[in-house]
C-alpha cells in the first residue's frame, strides 16, 4: 500500500489527468484512483473534496449538476482550459520529479 505522504504532492495531477478524457463525480474519482492503483492507494474523501474545491477554486475545473446512470444527483467536475495547461505543467514537473528521485533511489549521480 503505498503511503499519502508519497501521493501527498501529486494529488492534482492525478485529478487533472483523470478528469482530462471526461467529466466525472467525485465517487467515480476514487474508484478509477483505487482501480487505477490495482488498490495500492485509496484517496480519503476529504483529501479528494478538498482537492476539487481547490481546484475549481483556482479555476482549473468547472462543476456542474446533472443525474448518473444510475439516476442519483451528482455534483460533475471538468477540466478547463486552465486545467489542461496546469495537467501539462504537471506532467513536465512529475517527469523531473521523478527522474531526480530515480538518481538518488538508484544511487546514481543527477545527471
Known sequence: MI???AIRGHIDLILLAILETRP???YEISRTITDR???????????LYTAL???????????YEDVSATGKPRTYYE????????????????RST??????????KDAP
Do not use: M, N, P
Open 3 to 5: 503511503g499519502a505522504d
Open 24 to 26: 466525472s463525480y467525485a
Open 37 to 47: 492503483s490495482r488498490g495500492e492507494y485509496l484517496i480519503k474523501q476529504t483529501t
Open 53 to 63: 474545491k481547490r481546484l475549481q477554486s483556482q479555476g482549473q475545473l468547472d462543476s
Open 79 to 94: 477540466l478547463t482550459a486552465d486545467g489542461l495547461d496546469q495537467l501539462e505543467a504537471k506532467r513536465a514537473e512529475w
Open 98 to 107: 521523478r527522474e531526480l528521485v530515480d538518481h538518488f533511489a538508484t544511487g
